[in-house]
């Protein structure tokens, strides 16, 4: 019996993945998603954790734009306001509900050990459970987990001593301890206040100088504010509109340039309903960790803005130290397929449509920002993922039909350097 082949395989059941499944089942492509729906913000996020980015920013997409985070609000008489912070587990329902609504029976919940192409130009994907699926396309949606950054002076710590954030899902496994939290990001901030409510210790280090905090947003502002600084997904203002809404033209920018906006847009700034439950959490600020070594816990040496060194130890690290994307870190890619990618400073090349220089290899999420720009790296950049590739996907399977194969190599449009 011939074996079914799939026109479309997601990998990584995220708001961007499970988005673009919505978007290529209505298309009426082939597809199916792999993976556990909403697993990172689940498994990933800690508990109690509220979600920066505004309700209305954190719809996932679907063609009809029916499956919105106000409406599963709606149909389950939850809060749905402006201002009114997302708890993270009703987000992490709300992305199951979307699943069952726009994906239904077309997920795999099952990890993907590895992608590789056959001798036919097929993809071939092997499940954690051994099972073999062919595919014309794959989108890899694997979000943040593998871009975890941890700084070179923690690293020698061991794994019972440091974690970074994203390793963090349950603060009440830390209290009664003294935790060192490295950082000036939402991140660091509320990672140090959920401990210290869960009876940790928190003492928050980072280099900034201060703390920023973001401003409570308006709901209802006058004709001329908008026109000024309209609001977006990213902010208010016309930069981060620019960013947010229009992230086709970002891609034509030069790459150093682009460099630049993704590392500075929105930088570390605490949320405003954070600031209250912060006040009395013990700071270093202006400080520079010189080193870091295992003792009963952690040793840290410092220094302050004055150059002066001092010492702090803890019992636990977490390293709020944010993402850094590196297409080294695709491990579920075949070492052939990897080694093919193009990429500048390890972020990977990609075309409008978010294919890599690997024909029928699209790849969308935290990935695509440094191609596509910051709003990549919040559920609000789903909609333009979804919108703008699954074309691209329609085209290459109608290439793929036509030929029967591929090699490894991009043959279709110019990628953007």
Sequence with gaps: MQEETLDVAVVGAGPYGLSVAAYAISA???????????????RHMPAGMLLKSEPFASHLADPREDLTLAAYCAANDFPYAYAQPTPVERFVDYGRWFCEQAVGDRITPADVASIDKNDDGLFQLILATGERILARTVVLAVGFLPFARVPATLATLPSSVLAHSCQVNDPRRYAGKAVAVIGAGQSAIETAVLLREAGAEPHLIARAPQLLWNTTPVPERSVLARCLAPQSGL?????SWLWSERPALFRHLPAPLRRRIVRTTLGPAGSWWLRERFAGIPTSLGA?????????????TLQDESGAPFSLHADHVIAATGYVVDVRRFAVLAPEVRSALRHLRHAPVLSKTFESSVAGLFIVGLAAAPAFGPVMRFVHGSRFAAATLVPGLVARIADRRKAGSGDLQHSGEPSCR
């Design 288 to 300: 520079r960790l010189r080193r870091a070594t295992a003792a009963d816990g952690a040793d840290l």
């Design 235 to 239: 902010g208010t203002g016309w930069r």
């Design 28 to 42: 009426g492509l082939g597809t199916r998603v792999f993976g556990t729906p909403m697993n990172a913000w689940d």
